[in-house]
């Protein structure tokens, strides 16, 4: 069983679909705690002899929204915003049951609501949750127009609810350590299964394209995963799970395997090409080497010391032959570098390793020093008299709030309020008009496809209110569960609630009703999208715009301190944290940019996918400068520290023209490219073989971040030159 997803790469692919299972974790104390509170309020009103069945959907929609809506930082936070939300539903509900005799005010009540919702979301999203849950229950109330004399029965189930929430949420399943360790455990298992395709791609006797595409593929979903390890690691957690063991060296574990398996598939595919790998001892070092480290479990319960140390010896025979083939009078051309960076980063994922269990063995829990950064306010300071995010985003709200009042009372004058609902909820998460017109698009469309499946089922169970129950609350936790997989597929998924709930409640469904849902989600959608056109608009190529600067922002400091390590003494391995960030934020360049490729224009495909391009080829450059910087006290000549400063100065001042070029308009500037720096460094850098450190090759990505970099500032009208700033 241990080493099944091994065997079988389809097991090991669903064991690691979900790292930390934190999709499934959510999703499934959402559906229990729905369920629970349901139950818990219907046994109380049964035994009371009250038949209310409205006051338990709404424990359990407490119960449920209690698990998803609650979104703050810290434990204590969330405890406090799951109880203030048992206050919000009960208001909720009593000024929905007072009001709802007066369309008006309900329809000022409401819109009300969602204009706090954005505005106050500026203190913490503890208020958006807050107005989410009182627009909810204010919506539930006015509807059924409840009788003030059953809302005790109500206040008793949201309190439930509440506390089904609290209990689920805090005290059953609390242990984020544990969600560590399955994030671990997931990410293990991805580089196994990278790992045997790399053995597959080096046993071929053919370069395969599929191969290497399914090799891209894993990679990516690798590098996704070591993000998502990166985000969970907790100190506390960390030596909860791994006594003795610091959260810097758990960091460093996943980035250099991550950057190792990167560094393989890259050189595998090259040796592939150069047939280099038509020398059967390299090709068998090479499967040996990947083998035994596929199999060091550094960080099992039941660790054999053995598997490192069959991992040491897999690298020092392919030390040896790279010494062999240095030897030789004809070196073979074109591949040996690529030799010697699989050696050398395979090396120190070893020595990584070999130090986390030095660490485990000692048992003794290490204090990290953490930095207290200040604040950078100036930016605050600087946008002080321009309206915030959350504001312009609270009018947008407001505008759509009344139109869609409107509309829902041309369109279903019964249930005006789903249109008012779904412009709510478009507008909920998008900052741009591209992605306002994306997740209005996929909603609308998950919602036909939903009331048609909804619809269908619904006629063939309706009668059998058991199945119906059961299908309701699968899917209820499938739409949970994809909920960051596919927003398309989790609208379909709620869409079909809704009509299992109407077949339930109603005693039948008919196409006419839950059509009047598809129009009305369709209109919502598109108030939302006229609204956020037209009243302070951010078009999305401005949204792109932000997301490069942030990357910008981050790649700067990196590559010039690295620059600088070379006549300064720095520990460039600490710069790791800025590694899983550039790729945070080459992933919000990817999204942002989304919309834009969707389009049919093929100028604006061009563009946005060359940027693209250009922006991840950087991010891989950087993150091999922090993996090949395991070398210190470089041998070169006094005069070169001059040339280095040189090259931070250059560095600095394109980044900073980049970052002006891509926020505003056209303009007259100067980028710098590295050309004379470069040449100095290559005459007066000692040779390979006068140094076991080859100056010449550590610089090697940073000369490519800087012809991107320059690349990128001529597109954008900025001229090139290569003197002296």
């Known amino acids: ?72 930082d810290t434990k204590t936070k969330k405890q406090v915003t799951t109880l203030l939300l048992a206050v919000s539903a009960a208001t909720g509900v009593t000024f929905g049951s007072i009001l709802s005799g007066n369309a008006f005010y309900i329809d000022v009540l409401m819109v009300l609501i969602i204009f706090s919702s954005f505005y106050f979301s500026r203190f913490g999203v503890r208020y958006f949750s807050i107005c989410m849950i009182g627009f909810i229950t204010v919506y539930f109330s006015s509807v059924l127009k409840l009788p003030l004399n059953q809302l005790p029965w109500f206040y008793i189930g949201i309190s439930i609810g509440a506390v089904y929430a609290f209990l689920y949420n805090f005290i059953l399943f609390q242990d984020s350590a544990q969600v560590l360790k399955r994030s671990i455990r997931s990410f293990h298992i991805q580089s196994n299964l990278t790992f045997n395709i790399l053995i597959r791609a080096i046993q071929d006797t053919k370069l395969d394209p599929e191969r290497m595409k ?127 960076r699989i050696e ?10 070999m130090n986390i269990q030095q660490s485990l063995q000692d048992g003794k829990v290490v204090e990290e020093d953490i930095e207290e950064s200040e604040e950078d306010e100036s930016k605050d300071e600087d946008s002080s008299r321009e309206l ?53 698009f996929e909603r609308s469309f998950g919602t036909i496809i939903g009331a048609i499946l909804g619809f269908v089922l619904a006629k063939l169970l309706s009668g059998h209110s058991t199945i119906e129950i059961i299908l309701l609350f699968t899917v209820i936790f499938a739409a949970f569960y ?57 078009r999305t190529r401005d949204k792109v715009a932000d997301a490069i600067d942030d990357f910008l922002t981050e790649l700067k400091p990196y590559v010039t301190l690295y620059v600088k390590s070379f006549r300064e003494k720095i520990n460039v391995k600490e710069l790791r944290d800025s590694a899983f960030e550039m790729d945070k934020n080459l992933q919000s360049i990817k999204d942002e940019a989304e919309p834009l490729l969707q389009r049919s224009e093929a100028v604006s495909q061009t563009d946005i996918n060359r940027w693209i391009t250009i922006f991840t080829a950087i991010n891989y450059y950087a993150r091999h400068l922090v993996a090949s910087a395991y070398t210190k006290n470089f041998e070169y000549p006094v005069e070169i520290e001059e040339v280095f400063k040189q090259m931070e100065e250059k560095l600095d001042h394109n980044f900073n023209v980049l970052s002006k070029l891509v926020k505003g308009p056209k303009q007259s500037a100067v980028v710098y490219n590295l050309k004379v720096e470069r040449e100095q460094i290559e005459r007066l850098a000692p040779g390979r073989n006068q140094s076991h450190h080859d100056l010449i090759h550590h610089l090697y990505y940073v000369w490519r971040i800087n012809q991107s970099i320059v690349a990128l500032g001529i597109e954008f009208g900025a001229e090139e030159k290569n003197n002296k700033i």
């Open 1 to 72: 069983m241990k080493y099944l997803h091994i065997k079988h790469h389809w097991f090991g692919r669903l064991l690691a679909s979900d790292p930390g299972r934190v999709r499934f974790q959510k999703a499934g104390k959402a559906t229990i705690s729905l369920i629970s509170s349901v139950f818990t309020t219907l046994f109380i009103l049964n035994a009371a002899g009250i038949s209310l069945l409205t006051a338990a959907i709404v424990s359990g929609m407490v119960g449920m929204m209690g698990i998803v809506i609650v979104l703050d």
């Open 214 to 340: 399914s090799l891209e593929k894993n990679i990516l979903k690798l590098r996704e995963y070591a993000r998502i390890v990166s985000s969970d690691l907790k100190e506390q957690d960390v030596k909860e799970v791994w006594p003795g063991l610091k959260t810097s060296q758990l960091q460093l574990y996943v980035f250099d395997t991550g950057m190792f398996l990167e560094t393989l598939t890259d050189s595998i595919y090259s040796l592939k090409k150069a047939n280099a790998l038509e020398i059967e001892k390299l090709r068998r070092l090479l499967v040996w080497v990947i083998t035994a480290l596929r199999d060091a479990e550094v960080l099992a319960p039941s660790y054999d010391n053995r598997n490192l140390q069959e991992a040491e010896k897999a690298v020092q025979a392919l030390r040896f032959v790279l010494i062999d083939l240095l030897r030789r009078e004809e070196q073979p051309s074109g591949w040996l570098f690529l030799i010697r």
């Open 344 to 353: 050398s980063i395979g090396n120190h994922v070893i020595e990584g390793a």
């Open 388 to 440: 915030k995010s959350s504001t312009k985003k609270a009018f947008q709200a407001l505008a759509a709030g009344i139109l869609s009042i409107i509309a829902g009372q041309i369109i279903s004058p019964t249930q005006p309020y789903w249109v008012l609902l779904t412009a709510f909820i478009v507008l909920l998460g998008t900052e741009s008009i591209g992605r306002t017109y994306k997740k209005g």
């Open 482 to 538: 994809l909920v960051t997989v596919s927003y398309t597929l989790m609208s379909a998924f709620i869409t079909m609630l809704i009509a299992f709930m109407y077949d339930i409640l109603l005693g039948g469904i008919s196409f006419t009703l839950i059509g009047a849902r598809v129009i009305d989600t369709i209109a919502g959608a598109a108030i939302a999208l006229g609204v956020s056109s037209v009243i302070f608009p951010k």
